[in-house]
């Protein structure tokens, strides 16, 4: 029995590291400081708090979300003019770059207008 119990601990010590992932966003977007980040499970509406504090995100710069378990997660953005984009349904299931482009934020600016 005892056995057991330390081979399932051993197992479970294993597992759990895996279990959480880093998302590292970058700003690629020559027109846009990320001012605001915010994360929620994919389609839920419930975002975090902001995961900049007092930081912000200029062309180039990366910033680390830590520790998120594994699954689909919208993100939004505010950058330096206000502009608020949700960009939907990453899935995140190991450790990921995910890049803010002039594109991408365009085509949300615009759709959203």
Known sequence: MLRASI??????????PAAAVDLVVINEANF???????IAPAKSQNWSENKLQNQKVAKN???TIRDLAAGAYDLKVVDDDDD?????????????EWKLTDINMIKCVFTSK
Do not use: E
């Not at 081979?7 to 759990?16: D, R």
């Open 7 to 16: 081979a399932l601990v051993g197992l479970l010590l294993l597992i759990g």
């Open 32 to 38: 846009s400081i990320i001012h605001q980040l915010y």
């Open 61 to 63: 710069g990366k910033f």
């Open 84 to 96: 608020s984009c949700v960009f939907s349904n990453i899935n995140i299931d190991q450790n990921k």
